[in-house]
């Protein structure tokens, strides 16, 4: 079974600054292409960065000059630092990975169970 987890939320003064980590377990060959989403109260789910298995970046709009995104393979762990944080980057944030189980195999998508992130004076 694959697990991914998701750490780092917590509440920060706007301004601040966060780091989530989301951390793969399980049987795994390769994982491709991770991102990392967030969804607010009432909203629907956004795409916030994606890092694909080369390193290659993309950011929402609303996180560019701000927030970065980085992988360890060797750790199975995706990293998400958020700077200069505003109050609607408040949000439950899920990261979602495209993982391969064996060699040969599909990639499969799966989630994590999400990390809340409160910004808030």
């Known amino acids: 079974q694959v697990q991914l987890v998701e750490s780092g939320g917590g509440l920060v003064q706007p301004g601040g600054s966060l780091r989530l980590s989301c951390a793969a377990s399980?049987?795994?060959?390769?994982?491709?292409?991770v991102g990392w989403y967030r969804q607010a109260p009432g909203k629907e789910r956004e795409l916030v960065a994606t890092?694909?298995?080369?390193?290659?970046?993309n950011f929402a709009d609303s996180v560019k000059g701000r927030f970065t995104i980085s992988r360890d393979n060797a750790k199975k762990t995706v990293y998400l630092q958020m700077n200069s944080l505003k109050p609607e980057d408040t949000a439950v944030y899920y990261c979602?990975?495209?993982?391969?189980?064996?060699?040969?195999?599909?990639?499969?998508?799966?989630w994590g169970k999400g990390t809340l992130v409160t910004v808030s004076p």
């Open positions: 890092i694909s298995s080369s390193g290659i970046t």
């Open positions: 979602n990975a495209a993982i391969i189980r064996f060699l040969g195999g599909p990639g499969m998508p799966y």
């Open positions: 399980g049987s795994i060959f390769r994982i491709n292409a």
